[in-house]
């Protein structure tokens, strides 16, 4: 089961930092992702990162601003939010799929989802 959490309201140019916690398998064996739906708009691949954390991989309009990260001990991956949009705005969701690389995360099947997460940056 993943758990989500860390969303809220944060002005254009703002930060956030979102939390997904893992339990009930073994982590270390999941390329863990981020992705979000923005109201009326399909769910698009943010972000993931490979199993030990040496491959990540981002969807163009985020590269820059937002850092993946994982802590295999703490069964926990962090999406790090910088110089946040109005387009960011979205329901954020945490996913995990068995593999080594992060690059497979942008196709399904996925093992696991996240319950969401709602991320607003007003302007």
């Known amino acids: 089961q993943l758990q989500a959490s860390g969303g809220g309201l944060v002005q254009s140019g703002g930060s956030l930092r979102l939390s997904c916690a893992a339990s009930?398998?073994?982590?270390?064996?999941?390329?863990m992702g981020w992705f979000r739906q923005a109201p009326g708009k399909e769910r698009e691949f943010v972000t993931a990162?490979?199993?030990?954390?040496?491959?990540?991989y981002w969807t163009d309009s985020v590269k820059g601003r937002f850092t993946i990260s994982r802590d295999n001990a703490q069964n926990t991956v962090y999406l790090q939010m910088n110089s946040l949009k109005p387009d960011d705005t979205a329901v954020y969701y945490c996913?995990?799929?068995?593999?080594?690389?992060?690059?497979?995360?942008?196709?399904?099947?996925?093992?696991?989802w996240g319950q969401g997460t709602l991320v607003t940056v007003s302007s």
């Open positions: 996913a995990a799929k068995i593999g080594y690389t992060a690059q497979i995360m942008v196709t399904p099947p996925y093992e696991s």
């Open positions: 009930g398998g073994t982590f270390s064996r999941y390329v």
């Open positions: 990162i490979g199993r030990n954390s040496d491959t990540t």
